[in-house]
């Protein structure tokens, strides 16, 4: 499965983006797919997942992002509502096929990933 991440640039804090990630590969449907975030000077983080159609997500974004995905179109969203300052990351898709629940939030077991994508959010 190969992965391409679109629709990150910068937006005032309140507003909204939606990110994409199209796969291309068979069998994208029975994947764990989600996204993780690598703000200025930090470490790569948890954003969000969903496998076998339950979402998770990193409680500072619980009620402000959605995760979904179309897999008649190969194809993953991150809707970002309400955004902060502290959003501004790189963010990343990602999908692994051998993903266990207790590891959803690690990105090393992660097999696939995106290019990435910057998402500026200002005050």
């Known amino acids: 499965v190969q992965l391409q991440a679109s629709g990150g640039g910068l937006v005032q804090a309140g507003g909204s983006l939606r990110l994409s990630c199209a796969a291309t590969?068979?069998?994208?449907?029975?994947?764990?797919v989600g996204w993780f975030r690598q703000p200025p000077g930090k470490e790569r983080e948890f954003v969000a997942a969903?496998?076998?159609?339950?979402?998770y997500y990193e409680d500072s974004v619980k009620g402000r992002f959605t995760i979904s995905r179309d897999n008649a179109k190969n194809t993953m969203y991150l809707q970002m509502n309400s955004l902060k300052p502290e959003d501004t990351a790189v963010y990343y898709c990602?999908?692994?096929?051998?993903?266990?629940?207790?590891?959803?939030?690690?990105?090393?077991?992660?097999?696939?990933w995106g290019q990435g994508t910057q998402v500026t959010v200002s005050s």
């Open positions: 590969g068979r069998a994208f449907s029975s994947y764990t």
């Open positions: 969903i496998r076998r159609s339950i979402s």
């Open positions: 990602a999908a692994s096929s051998t993903l266990i629940l207790s590891s959803l939030r690690n990105s090393d077991q992660y097999a696939h």
